[in-house]
């Protein structure tokens, strides 16, 4: 070939690669994703099959995504909308072949974090084409509608952070979390929670792989400057009081808890084993007790009660040197509350089979009842006793083991309830969905529908002259005393997981549930309530 030919053919592949580089830097200018939301409408979609579940369909191969399924001969053709701002990266009407199409979209959200989210089983008409290529999108934008897929029609959704214009195989033989996939339901929950107002900073508590037992993961610790010490498996991390991680640091083995000792934290192993652990991360002395601990503790005056394997409950000293008390014949349990000080308690526990046993001091059965419900258990604020609250109303237990009706005509409660009596003879009950104020004469003052399903265990607490709600299913919502809603958010979360909470005088609220730790700047989470 002629040079000047090559030169001309040099050129022109030049001016293309230019207009292709200048067509995609301008089509990838989509804008910050400042708001998510699921694709479908979720008061009429059902989750059909979850994230990384193994399908008998398909050889025990993993689920990399979601299925949301709408109701026989009632999902095909609906309406599947963008989840988000961003930038299609793949549509193609045969992307599955005969299982349909497939749209991918890039998400670029304002802490940086870039995610792709895929659409399959869908296709195209003409009042909804596909999007093309690099397209911008708006979030809530109708990007095709339900296919007829096999075995019958349904969205299949996925998040990821890997593979931004490939379609995903849909089932894989390796853990997805391990391959770029993420929880859909998990990412959308918790990116909602952090673009909303008041939002400041969040550390994870695992690798967020599917197989987490959140079960197993322990409160932090604040130390004196706010900063907070958490773990993540074996290692252990501290961050600033804004979030950022000063210094992690493997363990030899994973810890159970960690709690505080005038000034210096102290780590908790299952066979018994205690070790100091000093702010920088060096490690300190160690000394083992003959005890087999189950899980972190609940703090009673100035011990810690610990649940062990062999089916005891053990009362450790503050410095968790010394044995000094424990209970034996303990039923595996669900829930379970200390009321009263370290001279004068009782437990209250829930087992697995629903039935509320009281002990004492001493160890003594006080009592035991079978309720029809699993209920919420609460302290008096003269820790006389403590509160119960099922589908039965609201009882009072003593220090004997004695009940008796705290209150006539209380709203059934239930698994998912909670109370809260405070010293001035105010009474606050949320019976799973509506929250209640009463009075001094039992007297109802006013009620608010919370409008949201709350899930799992709920407690209710008073912080700063505000009413606290927190539930194992992510939910952290904040109510005036006098009744109206300040803020309500719901985060990932999981049944069994942690429930824990601290309002610094930094003015940060920081929340534990799951599988992460999340701070608000307290004031503007209030919003107008604070005012």
């Keep these: 070939m002629k040079p000047h030919r090559i030169l001309i053919l040099f050129a022109l592949s030049i001016m293309l690669l230019w207009f292709s580089l200048e067509s995609y830097a301008q089509s990838s200018d989509c804008g910050v994703a400042d708001t998510i939301n699921y694709p479908i409408d979720t008061n009429f979609f059902t989750l059909s099959q979850d994230f990384a579940i193994a399908s008998p369909r398909h050889q025990g191969r993993y689920h990399t995504g979601e299925d949301w399924y709408g109701g026989r001969n009632q999902t095909y053709g609906q309406p599947v909308r963008a989840s988000a701002r961003g930038r299609v990266t793949y549509a193609y009407t045969l992307g599955w072949g005969r299982d349909g199409g497939v749209v991918i979209i890039e998400h670029e959200f304002p802490d940086g974090t870039l995610a792709y989210t895929q659409y399959g089983h869908i296709t195209e008409t003409d009042t909804y084409p596909f999007p093309s290529r690099f397209e911008c999108v708006e979030p809530g934008q109708v990007i095709g509608i339900i296919a007829d897929a096999r075995p019958a029609p349904h969205l299949h959704f996925e998040v990821r952070v890997a593979n931004p214009d490939v379609p995903g195989p849909g089932y894989t033989w390796e853990n997805p979390y391990d391959i770029g996939f993420r929880d859909p339901s998990k990412f959308v929950a918790n990116m909602q929670t952090r673009l909303q107002r008041g939002y400041a900073w969040h550390v994870v508590t695992s690798d967020g792989n599917p197989t ?3 079960s197993q993961i322990s409160p932090p610790l604040i130390l004196n400057d ?12 501290r961050a600033t009081q804004d979030g950022r991680v000063l ?3 493997t363990l030899e083995r994973t810890p159970i808890s960690i709690v505080g000792y005038q000034g210096f934290p102290i780590v908790s192993y299952a066979d018994g084993t205690m070790q100091t652990i000093n702010s920088e991360g060096d490690i300190g002395e160690a000394w083992n007790l003959d005890v087999s601990l189950a899980r972190y503790p609940l703090s009673i005056g100035d011990w810690w009660l610990f649940p062990t394997t062999d089916g005891k409950i053990v009362g450790l000293s503050a410095d968790l040197r010394e044995i000094v008390w424990e209970m034996d014949n303990i039923p595996s349990f669900t829930r379970w509350h200390v009321s009263g000080d370290s001279d004068d308690f009782v437990i209250g526990l829930i087992t697995q089979d629903d039935e509320i ?3 004492s001091q001493t160890g003594e059965i006080l009592d035991r009842a079978l309720l029809r419900d699993s209920g919420s258990l609460s302290s008096l604020p ?29 709203p059934n409660g239930g698994h998912n309830s909670g109370a809260l009596a405070l010293g001035d003879s105010r009474l606050f009950l949320f019976d799973g969905r509506s929250m209640r104020a009463y009075g001094a004469d ?9 409008g949201v399903n709350v899930s799992g265990r709920v407690e209710l607490s008073w912080i700063d002259d505000y009413i606290l709600l927190t539930s194992e299913g992510g939910n952290i919502i904040t109510v005036r005393p006098e009744g109206g809603i300040c803020n309500r958010i719901q985060v990932f979360g999981q049944n069994g997981g942690i429930l824990w909470h601290n309002l610094g005088n930094d003015n940060t609220l920081r929340v534990a549930i799951a599988d992460q730790i999340i701070g608000f700047n307290w004031t503007e989470f209030l919003g107008g309530c604070a005012s």
């Design 226 to 237: 706010n900063s907070i010490m958490f773990f993540e498996g074996d290692v252990i991390k």
């Design 382 to 410: 003269n820790a006389d006793g403590m509160l119960v609250y099922s589908r039965g109303g609201l009882w009072q237990i003593d220090q004997e083991g004695n009940w008796s009706l705290y209150m006539e005509d209380a």
């Design 357 to 359: 046993l009281t002990f």
């Design 247 to 249: 210094w992690r640091k």
């Design 212 to 214: 987490t037992d959140y």
């Design 442 to 450: 039992s007297a109802e003052i006013w009620s608010v529908d919370l």
